[in-house]
């Protein structure tokens, strides 16, 4: 094991700690039924599983939400976003909430493949559970907003599809949600040593290098309304998801950023509306976020 992924499992060790200790603190919400642990794909890995929450006694099918977590790549499984998506569940949505393979042991390319079968899994079990497949967002924070606003090119795009290897899953968004999405990728100073991990060795010469920034995958797909959300003191993705934003935006894509500034006197963190889904803070984006989705909800 090189001394840079021993550095960062150390990393991640300590925020598992704490965010172990920031759920255990969470009040999981009432009144929400439960499907857990579900393979998307068939090959007994427990990074290959999805969990489905949906109000109880629900009568007819309801809007659909389907979630990546976030970990820096790293770190995290579904159980990470599990009170978040239970609160978007709460809020009269059927959620799916996914994992995936994280590196070291596999690359970005692995992990998109791994959240396309995801989203392929649930294009075929949709009616399974009470979902209108035709009216789905997707969402991710962080390196999960990364993959979402990935995933949401390649179901757009059969030249990325092809670049990246991954299926066609039959599904369409309506609107897409990223909380502090990464949208610059690319190898710069020290983080090259990240980005090679990430990216695989040889990376540079890999046909998913021209694709390694929103930017670059922007030219080559069709978004959705979407919704991004950041904060005064999001220090990791406060400038980048701006940026995002307003690329979409001079797409002519509708786009509702929800940029936070002290709230209340509050610097709030990184993912805030994610990881304290039951704050104050936390449910004000996310009832602004879901009043968006709404907007066009057939």
């Known amino acids: 094991m090189s001394v840079f992924i021993s550095i960062c499992k150390a990393f991640w060790s300590m925020v598992e700690k704490s965010d172990a200790k920031n759920i255990a603190s969470q009040t999981e919400p009432e009144g ?89 899994y649930i294009a075929l079990h949709l009616g399974e559970y009470p979902c209108d497949r035709n009216n789905i967002m997707l969402t991710g924070d962080s390196a999960g907003g990364m993959l979402a606003s990935y995933a949401a090119a390649l179901l757009t795009s059969e030249k990325l599809r092809g670049v990246f290897g991954t299926a066609a899953p039959g599904l369409k968004l309506k609107t897409l949600l990223l909380t502090s999405p990464v949208a610059s990728a690319k190898d710069k100073g020290i983080m090259s040593v990240y980005t090679t991990k990430m990216w695989g060795k040889g990376y540079r010469k890999a046909p998913g290098y021209d694709y390694m920034n929103f930017d670059e995958i922007a030219k080559e797909a069709e978004f959705p309304p979407t919704c991004l959300i950041t904060s005064s003191g999001d220090s990791m993705a406060l400038k980048q998801t701006r940026e995002q934003a307003e690329l979409l935006k001079n797409m002519g894509i509708d786009v509702l950023l929800l940029d936070y500034p002290k709230y209340e006197g509050v610097d709030l963190p990184h993912v805030f509306s994610v990881l304290a889904s039951e704050s104050k803070a936390g449910k004000d984006a996310i009832d602004k976020a879901i009043a968006f989705y709404r907007k066009y909800i057939d």
């Open 32 to 120: 929400i039924k439960r499907i857990c642990d579900i393979p998307y794909i068939e090959d007994g890995n427990p990074l290959h599983l999805l969990d489905v929450y949906h109000p109880e006694n629900t009568h007819g099918n309801l809007p659909v939400i389907i979630d990546i977590h976030g970990g820096g790549w790293m770190y995290g499984t579904k159980d990470l976003n599990k009170i978040y998506c239970l609160n978007l569940a709460k809020r009269g949505f059927t959620v799916f909430n996914i994992s995936y393979r994280l590196v070291p042991e596999v690359t970005v390319y692995e992990q998109l493949k791994d959240v396309m079968a995801a989203l392929d």
